[in-house]
């Protein structure tokens, strides 16, 4: 069985969060980590992995230092790497960014492709369900659980206040939520074979299959920046001084006044 797992690194917010006079992140100049909900889809894959003896690729469109969460990856105990990094594919929103990754995915034998639910950095959970239309592949998104059944996939997926369980054979796409588990740590031995035994696989645009240059990159995004902030002030706000039966009546106006109730 064969595994592809897409990861991004993405920026850690704790460290600030800097922009491109494009509007475009400055992911250059900013810390770095790999995507929760990624590391729960990769974690999700090493299991079966554990279980099945699976081999398992991990993916990931970025810029060069996003080799990092690749190696990380490998240390966690995937098997491949590959990175696809080009100036061309700079700039990407959801559209382009799946289109890319799915030219990508052309290259490669899987079964099952795992993703993120989202990207902390954009919250869309557009990508990974736009992959799997571009491959022509059932989807299953907001992953709770996960397991294998044969040549099917059984998820439990997160819907409101329930749940479904639903049952597809692959090849299939299936996006985790943070929640499915907890992910391993890395260990010394992990770490040592991802930094001096493993090497990552590198591919530009020119690597990547049955994808058009109007597709790609910001020149190939439809959405587009109007402006951009790293924080967004609030107003003062209205302040009033009521008695409680008042306070009532004028909170229950403002809730009607704004459609709530």
Do not use: W
């Given at each position: ?6 990861i991004?690194?993405v920026?850690d917010?704790k460290?600030?969060v800097?922009f491109?006079?494009?509007g475009t ?9 790999m995507?929760?909900d ?11 992995k554990d ?6 690729t991990?993916?990931?469109?970025g810029?060069p230092?996003?080799?990092d969460?690749?190696r990380?990856a ?5 098997d491949k790497?590959i ?5 061309v594919?700079g700039?990407?929103?959801?559209w382009a960014?799946?289109?890319?990754i ?8 899987y079964?099952l ?5 989202q ?5 869309t959970?557009?990508?990974?369900p736009?992959i799997?239309?571009h491959?022509?592949?059932p989807v299953?998104?907001?992953?709770e ?7 099917s996939?059984i998820v439990?997926?997160q819907?409101e206040d329930r749940?479904?369980?639903l049952?597809v ?9 943070s929640e499915?588990n907890v992910?391993?740590y890395?260990?010394?031995g992990?770490?040592?074979?991802a930094y ?7 591919w530009?645009r ?6 058009d240059?109007a597709n ?6 439809p959405?587009?920046?109007a402006k951009?902030?790293d924080k967004?002030?609030k107003?003062a706000?209205?302040?009033v001084t009521l ?5 009532v009546?004028y909170i229950?106006g403002?809730l009607?006044?704004?459609h709530?109730?």
């Open positions: 069985m064969k595994i592809v797992v897409c991004k690194q920026p917010t460290g600030g800097k491109n006079p494009d992140l400055d992911r250059a100049a900013m810390l770095a980590i995507n929760p990624d590391k729960a889809g990769l974690e999700a894959a090493l299991r079966i279980e099945t003896g699976a081999e398992v991990v993916v990931t469109m810029l230092k996003a080799d969460v690749l990380e490998m240390a966690m105990g995937a790497a990175l696809v990094t080009d100036r594919l700039g990407a929103d959801t960014t799946s289109s890319t799915a030219g990508a995915l052309r290259n490669i034998d079964d492709i795992i993703t993120g639910r990207a902390i950095d954009g919250d959970a557009q990508v990974g736009q799997a239309e491959l022509n592949l299953i998104s907001y992953a659980e996960l397991r294998i059944d044969g040549d996939v439990k997926r819907y749940y479904h369980e049952k054979k692959m090849p299939c796409l299936v996006t985790a939520l499915l992910p391993r890395m260990t010394p992990g770490i040592f074979d001096d035994e493993k090497e990552v696989t590198v530009g020119n690597d990547l299959k049955d994808l240059d790609i990159g910001l020149n190939g995004s959405t587009k920046i951009a902030s967004v002030r107003g706000g209205e302040k008695d409680a039966t008042e306070s009546s229950m403002k009607k006044e704004k709530v109730i």
